[in-house]
C-alpha cells in the first residue's frame, strides 16, 4: 500500500510547490526554488523505478486548478519522454524542473487573456508570446536554476523547425531538453478538456504528435516516447477478452 501511495504523494508535493511559487511570483517576491529542486528529485526517481504510476497521475486532470496540474503535469511527461530518450537521472532533474517552471512567465500576463474561452485577437496572441521572456526574468532571479532550465523556459514554443516564439532566441536554444520539454507541452494540453477544444484520447494525441514531429516536435524524442508508451498507453479506454 506504501508503494501504491508514493506516487500520489509526490504527485501532491508538487502541486503544492506549483502552488507556492506561484504565490510567491504573484506577490513580487524571488521564489525559492529548494522545494522544486527536491520534489522533481523524487519524481525522477519514481520515473525511473515506477513511470506508468507517475504518467497514470498526469491523466487525472484538475480542471479546475489548471495552471498548476499543467505545470506539473508537463514535468512528469517530459519525465517520461527523458527516460525513454535515455537521459541520465541528473539530466532527468534538469528536465524535470524546467518543466515544472515553464509557464511561470504566464503569471505576468492579463489573467483575461490567460482564462479567454474563445480564439485570441492578434494582439491578446501578441501579449501571450511575452510569457518565455518573462519566465526566463523571473527564474533569473532564483538559486541553483542551472542555464538549461532557463533555455527550457525560454524555448518551450520555439518549435523543431524554429517556426515558433521568441524568435530571437533561436539561436542560442540548443539543449535537447527544450525539444522532450515541448512534447509534453503539447500532449498534456492535447489530452486536457479547455474551453476551446475537447480532451483527445492518448492514443489519438499520439497521433497528432506523430503528425506534428518533424516541423513542431523532434522527431527522433517523438518516436522514444511513443515507442516507450506502448500500443495502450495510461489512459486509454479498451475492452478486455471477457468484455469489461
Not at 506549483?18 to 520515473?47: C, H, Y
Not at 497521475?57 to 519525465?79: E, Q
Not at 528536465?95 to 485570441?120: A, F, M
Request: glycine fraction near 6%; proline fraction near 5%.
Amino acid at each position: 500500500e506504501e508503494d501504491d501511495e508514493q506516487p500520489r504523494k509526490v504527485y501532491r508535493k508538487a502541486l503544492k510547490v506549483v502552488d507556492q511559487i506561484f504565490q510567491d511570483v504573484r506577490m513580487g517576491e524571488i521564489p525559492s526554488s529548494e522545494e522544486a529542486i527536491n520534489v522533481v528529485k523524487s519524481m525522477a526517481q519514481l520515473t525511473m523505478t515506477e513511470p506508468h504510476a507517475m504518467m497514470a497521475l498526469s491523466m487525472l486532470k484538475d480542471y479546475d486548478n489548471y495552471t498548476f496540474t499543467h505545470s506539473v503535469n508537463v514535468s512528469v511527461i517530459a519525465l517520461a519522454v527523458g527516460r525513454a530518450c535515455k537521459l541520465t537521472e541528473e539530466q532527468l532533474r534538469t528536465l524535470g524542473l524546467g518543466g515544472l517552471l515553464h509557464d511561470l512567465g504566464k503569471l505576468r500576463i492579463d489573467v483575461d487573456i490567460i482564462t479567454k474561452p474563445g480564439r485570441l485577437t492578434d494582439a491578446e496572441f501578441e501579449a501571450i508570446k511575452q510569457h518565455p521572456g518573462f519566465g526566463a526574468e523571473i527564474i533569473r532571479e532564483m538559486e541553483d536554476v542551472t542555464p538549461e532550465v532557463m533555455q527550457i523556459v525560454i524555448g518551450h514554443h520555439l518549435r523543431y523547425d524554429r517556426s515558433g516564439y521568441p524568435a530571437s532566441s533561436s539561436e542560442r536554444i540548443t539543449s535537447p531538453l527544450v525539444e522532450m520539454a515541448a512534447i509534453a507541452d503539447a500532449y498534456d494540453a492535447m489530452t486536457t478538456l479547455r474551453s476551446y477544444q475537447r480532451p483527445f484520447t492518448p492514443r489519438r494525441a499520439i497521433a497528432r504528435l506523430k503528425e506534428i514531429s518533424g516541423s513542431s516536435l523532434h522527431p527522433e524524442y517523438v518516436t522514444n516516447f511513443v515507442d516507450s508508451l506502448g500500443p495502450y498507453p495510461v489512459g486509454s479506454l479498451v475492452r478486455l477478452d471477457n468484455n469489461e
